[in-house]
């Protein structure tokens, strides 16, 4: 795990500073003159923070389009290492806390991971985690089932590098799998409830797979 530093930091609460007064002032402006009742301070704090994630994944996705996260290794103190850090900061602060508090329906998460980053085909909804959204793809009618885990990143010791999970359509990942970067996962595959699909793993078209480490339980028939 390496250290992330002051101007880092820095950076991104500028950046947050950003989406928050715009939440400010575009609350005070849209919502200011409503008539809301005893409960007037309590709505425009909830609409204010709905604001403020709006205008954050704004930003976020802004910064990566200028700035853009590269697949493979990323150096130390490189800038890629730099927009790493500021990346994180968002994850870690805003938007890691709403992919874990399973508080935001299902159909309504679609959304976030698109805002995010990630590539989702039609009819395809998670209700595990999908970390690192810009590194994960998945094809149509595809479910990632409760709690399972897609990991895109590689974080050992010194290395930090990104490796897409590439994932087909009609495919079913089962809960509290964990899914581990430069997977590559087939059309109509299946990953049982509770595996550790390794790094570099492909599950070829059709298969089973399940265990710790996940193993092919049935080839394609």
């Avoid at 900061?89 to 890691?96: A, D, H, S, T």
């Avoid at 009618?141 to 050992?156: K, S």
């Avoid at 109509?188 to 059709?206: E, L, P, Q, S, Y």
Wanted: proline share 5%.
């Amino acid at each position: 795990m390496r250290k992330i530093t002051l101007t880092q930091i820095i950076v991104f609460f500028v950046l947050f500073g950003l989406a928050l007064a715009f939440a400010i002032v575009s609350t005070a402006f849209l919502f200011g003159d409503m008539a809301l009742g005893d409960f007037r301070g309590v709505v425009l704090i909830i609409l204010g923070i709905g604001l403020l994630y709006v205008y954050a994944i704004v930003i976020y996705r802004f910064f990566l389009h200028y700035l853009p996260l590269p697949e493979g290794d990323i150096a130390p103190n490189s800038t890629e290492e730099f927009v790493y850090h500021v990346y994180l900061l968002f994850y870690l602060i805003l938007f890691y806390p709403i992919m874990r508090s399973g508080f935001v329906p299902v159909p309504l998460m679609r959304i976030v991971y698109l805002s995010l980053g990630a590539r989702l085909g039609r009819n395809t909804y998670s209700s595990g985690i999908l970390l690192d959204p810009p590194f994960i793809q998945i094809g149509d009618n595809t479910i990632v089932g409760q709690y399972a885990l897609l990991v895109p990143h590689v974080i050992e010791g010194s290395k930090l590098a990104h490796e897409p999970i590439c994932v087909g359509s009609n495919v079913t990942i089962g809960a509290h799998a964990i899914v581990l970067s430069g997977v590559r996962i087939d059309d109509d595959a299946m990953v049982a409830a509770g595996a550790v699909v390794t790094k570099g793993t492909h599950i070829c078209r059709g298969e089973v797979w399940g265990g710790v480490p996940a193993r092919r339980l049935r080839a394609n028939e």
